[in-house]
């Protein structure tokens, strides 16, 4: 993918990307994470967890992980299977994240261990980190901040809607929606009765609608899988980039340099 523009600054040169593959233990199962950051740049920075698609931690979420390091934060692409699990087909994709719409807990219990995982290195700014994630990812990133994990911020691309009930005793980070206009999955009663939840708690959300974009609108893969699979799903090269920027502005608004 071609590198984007962003306001936070491309610190590629003379940077050092370090890539890690990681595994912690959540409920005595294992979870397989990859880790990024420029090992050249001082200090803390701020960090990015980010969770994958249906299909499980493919080389994409990775890609973004490493996408954001040169940009100079410190990313964490989550394992939400376990063991780092990728499904091959629609069929064990909606296998894989069964539990997660029966159970919404266990999406939080995963993303608040990713966090904590994150905070022990010394890289991290404990008191900026974001989650941001695609499709399922979407959703599952938009229940945990519904339900109370302490971010500063989460992001959904191309996420389902529907999710938990919002409260406003347990929201504490600000949210960004990056819908496509043309998404057959999430169509538009889901965005109403999302838009008229949050509305109804005073959350401090953002709502941004990405013309001619389908489900799954970021990912280069989106084509080829949709021809494949008979899914209503393709890449949209300029929702992609609009959104990426639109992520950083709204990092930027809560405070990323």
């Not at 962003?6 to 593959?21: A, L, P, R, V």
């Not at 990681?22 to 409920?27: H, K, N």
């Not at 950083?248 to 340099?257: E, N």
Request: aromatic fraction near 12%; hydrophobic fraction near 40%.
């Amino acid at each position: 993918m071609a590198a984007l523009s962003s306001g936070f600054g491309d610190k590629t040169t003379g940077s050092k990307i370090k890539e890690e593959n990681i595994s912690y233990t959540v409920g005595g199962k294992v979870y397989k994470a990859f880790v990024a950051y420029d090992e050249h740049l001082k200090g803390k920075r701020p960090a990015v967890l980010i969770v994958h698609e249906w299909w499980g931690l493919t080389e994409y979420p990775k890609m973004r992980a490493t996408q954001l390091a040169k940009l100079g934060y410190i990313a964490l692409a989550v394992d939400m299977f376990g063991d780092g699990k990728v499904a091959t087909n629609p069929a064990e994709a909606q296998a894989f994240t069964a539990p997660f719409y029966s159970n919404p807990k266990l999406s939080k219990s995963l993303i608040d261990a990713a966090l904590g995982k994150i905070k022990e290195y010394k890289q991290t700014d404990p008191a900026t980190i974001f989650a941001i994630g695609y499709c399922f990812g979407g959703s599952m990133v938009l229940n945990a901040a519904k339900t109370g994990s302490n971010l500063k911020g989460v992001v959904s691309f191309h996420g389902g809607l529907k999710g938990v009930p919002a409260d406003k005793n347990l929201l504490k980070a600000r949210i960004l929606v990056c819908h496509g206009a043309s998404d057959k999955f999430v169509g538009p009663d889901d965005v109403v009765q999302f838009k008229h939840q949050m509305d109804s708690i005073g959350a401090k959300y953002t709502f941004i609608v990405y013309p001619n974009a389908t489900h799954a609108f970021t990912n280069p893969m989106s084509t080829e899988n949709g021809k494949k699979f008979n899914m209503p799903i393709e890449y949209n090269k300029k929702a992609d980039m609009d959104s990426w920027n639109d992520m950083l502005k709204f990092f930027r608004t809560l405070g990323v340099k």
